[in-house]
């Protein structure tokens, strides 16, 4: 006795299939037309964020699928009752069936506590429907004479939905853009949280994906914190059934620390923290930011590249080995969460000039994203600058009006606000056309396009930085002897800043300027890359 007739099992197979692809590629919305047949509804060729769309508006096939989904799993198991027997690979699409039917069924319940949890920072209440979800699962699960190939876990099953729930929304609301680019941008930061192979993600690697560390490379102002944030969030978190509850707390911190912002002993206290005593200054002990991350959360490192090298061989040893210890410490400390990293600089040329270590880049590229330039989305897709630049004006005007900021947040509903929300994208919209052009190259991507609104809004226009005249500004070396009149270095930071400017002086040659400093000539890789980069 055939389970389903050909037409049916065609249908299952399509619907089994989709809770593995990643939803931002093609394949997603060919799989729900196998499956519908004339019953899709049709969708645009990508997975894009529309300003005022709802999830309805996203998922508009959703409803008929999750339908269609029931009708064969209920067709299925009255086949079975009846006493037809079913071949392993029938179990496996029965299964996957009953997971997209569970899925589908919870998903707004589920993505209500996702709302929760990004309105309070964290999710530490009990799941009011948690014992309806386990009573599901059961029923979906237990079939007679047969037992299933996977053997899944309600609560990892949960823990899973719940995470698909968090990653989706970080990068639907967060990754903007209709183009081709910005749509490979949001497939491969899924790809990082769940792999290419999500069956094997749910089997197996979502307990080890911690331990994978990502670098995020690409211009200034391109997104790369927001990449870093919708990994980093987006981590597997635990669910405990007895309590009701998700196993957090501490262990769901985000960690994001920008390099550039510290000098290199603060850096190494922010990092790895450190013992009374053991600088000047070092009063008391103090924990640092790894060791309060624990397995669901991440550390972010903006601007990696400019990492001094003592700094990164300690790193590196988080890195290799999980552990770590406080400046000044003697015992080992562990590293249980997510590492992530991003620079815009090239570490290949900065390995060849020596500032950057090839260990560590090895280290770190098992998992890489690259986040496009705003002019290379604008050139796939010219109209999205409306888009964009409304989605600027929105932000301006939840901050007035004291919303939160936060990708789930509505737009004001004051319909004087609404309207303003209108006429200043009209505005800002009509100048950068007039003015710009399409074929402005946006240097400073997103971030400057967020200046230019405001710009427009203040000022009615917006003056690009090279049209800006220059300003009696003083040279970095007139800074650097100010701060030394000053006595505003540290020894280590004025040791550091001098031997950039004589490895600067000597036409960049380790071995000129070590000549000239009259010292070995890998000191010399130990100067300060920032104030380099001020010299250049």
Not at 4 to 17: E, H, V
Not at 30 to 53: D, M, T
Not at 107 to 113: A, E, H, L, T, Y
Not at 256 to 284: D, Q, R, V, Y
Request: neutral net charge; charged residues 25%.
């Amino acid at each position: 006795m055939a389970l389903l007739s050909t037409a049916k099992w065609r249908s299952a197979k399509a619907i089994s299939k989709i809770g593995y692809v990643n939803p931002f590629l093609p394949e997603r919305i060919e799989l729900e037309k196998k499956a519908l047949g004339p019953a899709y509804r049709e969708e645009g060729p990508i997975l894009r964020k529309r300003l005022g769309e709802t999830y309805e508006d996203l998922f508009g096939n959703v409803p008929a699928m999750r339908k269609l989904a029931q009708e064969l799993i209920d067709e299925i198991r009255e086949r079975i009752e009846a006493g037809a027997s079913a071949t392993r690979d029938e179990l496996l699409v029965y299964e996957n069936l009953s997971l997209y039917s569970l899925y589908a069924r919870f998903m707004n319940s589920i993505d209500g506590i996702v709302s929760k949890e990004i309105a309070r920072a964290r999710w530490d209440g009990k799941v009011p429907f948690w014992d309806e979800f386990a009573s599901e699962f059961d029923r979906l699960f237990h079939l007679p004479r047969h037992e299933l190939p996977s053997r899944h876990d309600p609560a990892v099953v949960f823990a899973g939905f719940h995470q698909i729930e968090r990653a989706f929304s970080a990068i639907y609301h967060r990754i903007f853009g209709g183009s081709m680019p910005a749509a490979r941008l949001r497939a491969d930061v899924w790809q990082s949280i769940f792999t290419r192979d999500m069956n094997r993600y749910i089997r197996s690697l979502h307990r080890v994906m911690s331990k994978v560390p990502t670098l995020i490379l690409g211009p200034s102002g391109s997104g790369k914190e927001l990449v870093a944030s919708a990994v980093g969030r987006s981590c597997f978190i635990p669910f405990n059934k007895d309590s009701r509850s998700f196993d957090v707390g501490a262990s769901y911190a985000y960690v994001p620390i920008n390099i550039s912002a510290l000098s290199g002993n603060l850096i190494e206290s922010e990092l790895f923290g450190h013992k009374a005593g053991s600088f000047t200054g070092a009063t008391k002990d103090r924990v640092g930011r790894l060791a309060t991350c624990g397995p669901s959360g991440a550390v972010f490192l903006d601007e990696i590249g400019e990492l001094d090298l003592s700094i990164q061989v300690k790193l590196l040893r988080v890195i290799q080995n999980r552990e770590f210890t406080q400046v000044g410490g003697n015992d080992a400390v562990a590293f249980q969460g997510k590492f992530i990293a991003a620079t815009n600089r090239d570490l290949e040329a900065e390995i060849a000039a020596g500032r950057f270590r090839h260990d560590l880049y090895y280290r770190l590229c098992a998992d890489q994203i690259a986040t496009p330039s705003l002019a290379e989305q604008l050139s796939a897709l010219p109209e999205d600058l409306r888009e964009m630049v409304r989605f600027v004006v929105e932000e301006i005007f939840r901050g007035s009006t004291g919303e939160s900021t936060t990708a789930m947040s509505p737009p004001p509903s004051n319909s004087h606000i609404e309207e303003d929300v209108e006429l200043l994208t009209d505005d800002a919209v009509d100048w950068i056309e007039r003015e710009l052009g399409f074929d402005y190259a946006w240097p400073g991507n997103f971030r400057e396009l967020g200046q230019c609104v405001r710009n427009v809004m203040i000022r009615g226009s917006y003056r690009r930085a090279a049209s800006r005249k220059p300003m009696n500004v003083a040279s970095p070396v007139d800074r650097f002897l100010e701060s030394i009149r000053g006595t505003e270095l540290s020894e280590r930071d004025l040791v550091r800043r001098y031997r950039a400017y004589a490895y600067h002086r000597s036409g960049k040659s380790y071995a000129a300027a070590a000549s000239i400093l009259k010292c070995d000539w890998r000191l010399i890789k130990q100067h300060d890359t920032a104030f380099l980069d001020e010299l250049e």
